[in-house]
């Protein structure tokens, strides 16, 4: 399967902290994106890093890939409580028009 | 642009009848895709069409389920018969261009089937 697993499954924070979330995927992808989820609500697309970039940033977010160990982490800085959601990396292979989902990173930022 | 509009958000249903789910993708996006989100299975594919095209629907669960994009600005999801075993959320999201653009999302149908 080319599902994208994140890691942990949980995390926990005080308000202010770095929060970093964990993706690790199977086979060769065309790009990694990053996703999240307030309860109730559809995925909205963070960021997307193609397989030939190494990091990226886009305001408090940064994303780093690392294609020889096929995995991704996504840093967010000086966490807030609007943080808090479900994070899912999705991965796009080759010959697949679908993005792959993981189950997510349940993430609560605590005031 | 109001972005990708699906309805019913919610629906409540009795096992054995029919559920249609009802999608408006983006205008100008070319793929739209059926996903389903359960607490045990997370995020599946169920069934993306590219230019109202079915391409692959290998992700459909069984031949109860059946979709269809009868032009580029509306597609159902129909359960027939449904089962409790279909309660989850049913997202249909829309993209553009070729694979693993953006994908965006509609807010969701929540599916329970008593």
């Known amino acids: 399967s080319q599902q994208g697993e994140e890691d942990p499954q949980a995390l926990s924070i005080q308000e202010g902290e770095n929060a970093t979330m964990n993706c690790s995927y199977k086979?060769?992808?065309?790009?990694l994106q990053w996703y999240r989820q307030n309860s109730g609500r559809g995925l909205v697309h963070l960021i997307l890093?193609?397989?030939?970039?190494r990091e990226k940033h886009s305001g408090r977010l940064r994303v780093t890939l690392d294609t020889s160990k096929k995995s991704s982490s996504l840093l967010i800085t000086a966490s807030r409580a609007a943080d808090t959601a479900s994070y899912f990396c999705?991965?796009?292979?080759?010959?697949?028009?679908?993005?792959?989902f993981g189950k997510g990173t349940h993430l609560i930022i605590q005031p | 642009d109001a972005g990708v509009i699906q309805s019913p958000r919610h629906e409540v249903t009795e096992m054995g009848q029919e559920v249609t789910l009802r999608c408006k993708p983006i205008s100008g996006h070319d793929y739209l895709f059926w996903y389903r989100q359960t607490m045990m299975r997370g995020l599946e594919l169920l069934i993306y069409?590219?230019?109202?095209?079915?391409?692959?629907d290998s992700g459909m669960p069984e031949d109860r389920f059946s979709a269809k994009m009868p032009n580029a600005s509306f597609s159902t999801l129909k359960i027939q018969p449904s089962e409790p075993r279909d309660s989850a959320v049913y997202f249909c999201?829309?993209?553009?261009?070729?694979?693993?653009?953006?994908?965006?999302f509609g807010e969701g149908s929540w599916l329970t089937v008593v």
């Open positions: 069409f590219n230019n109202n095209v079915p391409i692959d």
């Open positions: 999705a991965t796009a292979w080759g010959g697949a028009d679908g993005l792959t």
């Open positions: 086979t060769s992808i065309n790009n």
């Open positions: 890093i193609r397989s030939n970039e």
């Open positions: 999201a829309s993209a553009a261009g070729t694979s693993g653009n953006t994908i965006y």
